[in-house]
């Protein structure tokens, strides 16, 4: 079992759609959670953290974490065509004493 | 603010080479982390230092070390360079690792290319 898991996608959206990413991870042990958007070609940007369960919301982005099932989820409604990368979910474990990406899932938001 | 800068930009060695890759911090940072990306795959974790100590290691061969100077600023090293080398290495940096707040802003990168 990988210790942070995405699909790979590619998850294709209409414009205006809410799309929806999701991570599962494998240490309960895990204390922050973060989720970081990269486009082809460059460095990964960082767009939500959350640490504690439930919903954080960010214009249009919620981050969603649930600590008792190990899933941690990213929200982005009223997807636009720019948002159309590739989104990584990072776990910081103090058991590993690192940030733990995942493989990333790609986004593409269709006109 | 300044973001976390790296140089060069782009660098095209041959293998059995030596490189050193460099990395500027975001003012009041004083942790700093090494990923290799190589293309289409994900981000291998390669170093943490924070404080000039080194905090935590990657699964990555002796060949690729670092270190952190007394302004944060920190070089990665990779000697003796193989094809597989050939990625994009990425600096991070984020708040002293005891605040508690793990959140690491990256650099733009630096591309290497190993022929």
């Known amino acids: 079992q990988k210790e942070v898991e995405q699909n790979s996608g590619p998850l294709s959206v209409p414009e205006g759609a809410i799309a929806s990413l999701n991570c599962t991870y494998s240490?309960?042990?895990?204390?922050?959670f973060f989720w970081y958007r990269q486009y082809s070609g460059k460095s990964p940007e960082l767009i939500m953290s959350?640490?504690?369960?439930g919903d954080k919301e960010d214009g249009r982005f919620t981050a969603q974490l649930n600590k008792a099932s190990q899933y941690v989820s990213l929200l982005i409604r009223d997807s636009q065509p720019s948002d159309s990368a590739t989104y990584l979910c990072?776990?910081?474990?103090?058991?590993?004493?690192?940030?733990?990406f995942g493989a990333g899932t790609r986004l593409a938001v269709h006109p | 603010e300044a973001g976390v800068t790296q140089s060069p930009t782009h660098l095209i060695k041959t293998r059995g080479q030596q490189v050193t890759l460099r990395c500027s911090p975001i003012?009041?940072?004083?942790?700093v982390y090494w990923y290799q990306q190589a293309l289409g795959l994900g981000l291998q974790f390669l170093l943490w230092?924070?404080?000039?100590?080194?905090?935590n290691r990657g699964n990555f061969p002796p060949r690729f070390s670092g270190r952190q100077f007394p302004n944060y600023s920190s070089e990665l090293n990779v000697n003796a360079l193989e094809l597989e080398d050939s990625a994009l290495y990425l600096c991070?940096?984020?708040?002293?690792?005891?605040?508690?707040?793990?959140?690491?802003?990256f650099g733009p990168g630096t591309r290497l290319t190993v022929t």
């Open positions: 991070a940096s984020s708040p002293r690792w005891d605040s508690l707040t793990y959140e690491q802003y």
């Open positions: 240490d309960r042990g895990s204390q922050s």
């Open positions: 959350i640490y504690s369960n």
């Open positions: 990072a776990v910081f474990t103090g058991g590993y004493n690192k940030l733990i």
């Open positions: 003012s009041g940072h004083t942790s």
């Open positions: 230092y924070d404080e000039g100590e080194e905090r």
